[in-house]
């Protein structure tokens, strides 16, 4: 009974308040839109190239689209377009109609990327439940730690693609071990995670790499399932056949686009790079953009101390929860290490190693570090694996202390803003960090809907804030703090 309560109660937690947190604003004309509720041009870039295939069908931008999207649109050829693949913007599209028909299409568009994130809540909790092995409380930590400690909140009530891979990897990862579990895997536990993984690029092109373990994942199996190998050597023909189908997308959509299938979309020079070079220079600029000018082995050192403990985007500055994951390492992963874990492993270290060697590995305006959203749903089951094995008293009430200061911080960002300057210096520190979202929740700056509309002239954002914590860590502690003893919480 116990069980089935908690369950409940944490679920309707988390849906409450990403409903609440949601960021936006009744349906206005573009430019009075450019702050509030899109923050950056990240926003903005594939919401113009939504509207522009709405109302144009067409996926180069109007002048009105290009001032709406800001330094992230790109310029090729007289046309300019989102520097973003259209994914994005393509599936956002139905309930942007649905939304506009009430003068809420923003909003509607921006809760798509919600659904995707509470769809990520829903699938951890199954991983931790079904893979990992983990008790009910453990499993319900699962959700708890990613969707409301970690930055990731940020980014799961705003427009940016971040949740919407996190689901595309947690999909094919849930799919996959489905597949495991037989003789030979069906269908849909095998086309439809290569049809996920080779689709993947449309929404994020560096999903092509960072996604590649789920497909390693896949051959291995398939190697070890039981059935003939010439049956499982024909499964693997089909299955290469239909990515290469998939992969043939992409060089068809940049032919179609740009004339030239070598063209990436996100690669394209800025429209004000083109002004200041000359039209003329503009194949010189997209000649520029090769994956060895993006991705530079020189910049890791650099890149890994940004994502991982700069003050303005430390994984573990603003999520601080996450830092248990040593302690799972050294523990369970060198010990007794599953196939699925180091596939899971695998796929960190991927995204670590990649976007290291990105060029901005603070990922311009943003809260916290944004890249890793995906492999934060990855060590919150590893930290939940943790606490499930946690014996010692003393460990747990410093868990749960530094849980909590983590979910302060991303309640902060969710809350206020998630604009962050990057830190370029010293006496920058207090407008990079969330130092500064606490100027905005004391002078009650909300990009939420909900508090906009309903709260804003009633209740102190900061006293909403306080509750909305207070809630949080409630509910944390009696999942932690659950007695393991007790058989309803197994």
Same mark, same amino acid.
């Given at each position: 009974?116990f069980s089935?309560k908690?369950?409940?109660?944490?679920?309707?937690?988390?849906i409450?308040?990403?409903?609440?947190?949601?960021?936006?604003?009744?349906?206005?004309?573009f430019i009075s839109?450019?702050y509030?509720p899109?923050?950056?041009?990240?926003?903005c870039?594939?919401?113009?190239?939504?509207?522009?295939?709405?109302?144009?069908g067409?996926?180069?931008?109007?002048?009105?689209?290009?001032v709406?999207?800001?330094?992230?649109v790109?310029?090729?050829?007289?046309n300019f377009?989102?520097?973003?693949?259209?994914?994005l913007?393509?599936?956002?599209?139905?309930?942007?109609?649905?939304?506009?028909?009430?003068?809420?299409?923003?909003?509607f568009a921006?809760?798509?990327?919600?659904?995707?994130?509470?769809?990520?809540?829903?699938?951890?909790?199954?991983?931790?439940?079904?893979?990992?092995?983990l008790?009910?409380?453990?499993s319900?930590i699962?959700p708890?730690?990613f969707?409301l400690s970690?930055t990731a909140?940020?980014y799961?009530?705003?427009f940016?693609?971040?949740?919407?891979?996190?689901?595309?990897?947690?999909?094919?990862?849930?799919?996959?071990?489905?597949?495991?579990?037989t003789?030979?895997?069906?269908w849909?536990?095998?086309?439809?995670?290569?049809?996920?993984?080779?689709?993947?690029?449309?929404i994020?092109?560096?999903?092509l790499?960072?996604?590649?373990?789920?497909?390693?994942?896949?051959?291995?199996?398939?190697?070890?399932?039981?059935?003939?190998r010439?049956q499982?050597?024909?499964?693997?023909?089909?299955l290469?056949?239909v990515?290469?189908?998939?992969?043939?997308?992409?060089?068809?959509?940049n032919h179609?686009?740009?004339?030239?299938?070598?063209?990436?979309?996100?690669?394209?020079?800025?429209?004000?790079?083109?002004?200041?070079a000359?039209?003329?220079?503009?194949?010189?600029l997209?000649?520029?953009?090769?994956v060895?000018?993006?991705?530079?082995?020189?910049r890791l050192?650099?890149?890994?101390?940004?994502l991982?403990?700069?003050?303005?985007?430390? #994984?573990?500055l603003?999520? @601080?929860? %996450?830092i248990?994951?040593? *302690?799972? $390492?050294?523990?369970?992963?060198?010990?007794? /290490? !599953?196939?699925?874990?180091?596939?899971?492993?695998?796929t960190v270290?991927?995204?670590?190693?990649?976007?290291?060697?990105?060029g901005?590995?603070?990922?311009g305006?943003?809260?916290?570090p944004r890249?890793?959203?995906?492999i934060?749903?990855?060590?919150?089951?590893?930290?939940?694996?943790?606490?499930?094995?946690?014996?010692?008293?003393?460990?747990?009430i410093a868990?749960?202390?530094?849980?909590?200061?983590?979910?302060?911080?991303?309640?902060?960002g969710?809350?206020?803003?998630?604009?962050?300057?990057?830190?370029?210096?010293?006496a920058t520190?207090?407008?990079?960090?969330?130092v500064?979202n606490i100027?905005?929740?004391?002078?009650?700056?909300?990009?939420?809907?909900?508090?906009?509309?309903m #709260?804003?002239?009633?209740? @102190?954002? %900061?006293f909403?804030?306080? *509750?909305? $914590?207070?809630?949080i860590?409630s509910?944390s /502690? !009696?999942?932690?703090?659950?007695?393991?003893?007790d058989?309803?919480?197994?």
């Amino acid at each position: 009974m116990f069980s089935k309560k908690i369950y409940l109660i944490v679920s309707l937690c988390i849906i409450g308040l990403y409903l609440f947190t949601l960021k936006g604003n009744f349906d206005q004309p573009f430019i009075s839109q450019l702050y509030c509720p899109f923050e950056s041009a990240h926003e903005c870039a594939p919401f113009a190239n939504m509207q522009s295939l709405i109302y144009y069908g067409s996926n180069s931008l109007d002048k009105n689209l290009v001032v709406f999207g800001r330094i992230d649109v790109g310029f090729y050829q007289g046309n300019f377009y989102s520097l973003f693949p259209p994914g994005l913007a393509i599936l956002a599209i139905p309930f942007y109609l649905l939304g506009h028909a009430f003068h809420v299409g923003q909003l509607f568009a921006f809760s798509f990327v919600m659904i995707c994130a509470l769809l990520n809540g829903l699938l951890l909790y199954y991983i931790s439940r079904s893979i990992f092995k983990l008790s009910t409380r453990a499993s319900l930590i699962t959700p708890v730690i990613f969707l409301l400690s970690s930055t990731a909140w940020s980014y799961g009530i705003t427009f940016f693609q971040h949740q919407v891979s996190t689901t595309l990897l947690l999909l094919c990862f849930w799919l996959i071990w489905k597949g495991s579990q037989t003789s030979l895997p069906h269908w849909k536990y095998t086309y439809v995670p290569v049809a996920l993984y080779g689709l993947s690029g449309h929404i994020d092109y560096p999903n092509l790499v960072l996604l590649s373990p789920m497909m390693v994942y896949l051959l291995v199996v398939i190697c070890k399932a039981a059935a003939p190998r010439i049956q499982k050597a024909f499964l693997m023909f089909k299955l290469l056949a239909v990515l290469g189908i998939l992969l043939l997308s992409y060089p068809l959509y940049n032919h179609i686009l740009f004339g030239d299938w070598r063209i990436l979309q996100n690669r394209l020079p800025h429209f004000f790079e083109v002004e200041e070079a000359g039209v003329a220079e503009q194949e010189k600029l997209v000649r520029r953009s090769a994956v060895s000018y993006i991705f530079v082995l020189d910049r890791l050192p650099k890149g890994l101390y940004t994502l991982l403990f700069s003050p303005g985007r430390g #994984l573990f500055l603003y999520s @601080p929860i %996450f830092i248990f994951i040593f *302690f799972t $390492l050294r523990k369970r992963f060198f010990k007794n /290490a !599953t196939t699925e874990q180091c596939i899971l492993w695998l796929t960190v270290i991927l995204f670590l190693l990649l976007y290291g060697s990105y060029g901005d590995a603070s990922g311009g305006f943003s809260y916290g570090p944004r890249f890793l959203v995906p492999i934060m749903a990855i060590l919150s089951l590893f930290v939940a694996q943790y606490i499930d094995s946690l014996k010692n008293k003393i460990i747990t009430i410093a868990l749960f202390i530094t849980l909590s200061y983590s979910q302060a911080i991303a309640l902060l960002g969710a809350i206020t803003q998630s604009i962050n300057v990057p830190c370029v210096a010293p006496a920058t520190i207090s407008t990079c960090t969330y130092v500064m979202n606490i100027g905005h929740l004391i002078s009650n700056k909300s990009n939420s809907f909900v508090y906009k509309t309903m #709260l804003q002239d009633h209740v @102190p954002l %900061f006293f909403v804030y306080i *509750f909305i $914590l207070m809630l949080i860590t409630s509910m944390s /502690a !009696t999942l932690i703090f659950q007695n393991k003893k007790d058989p309803n919480s197994t």
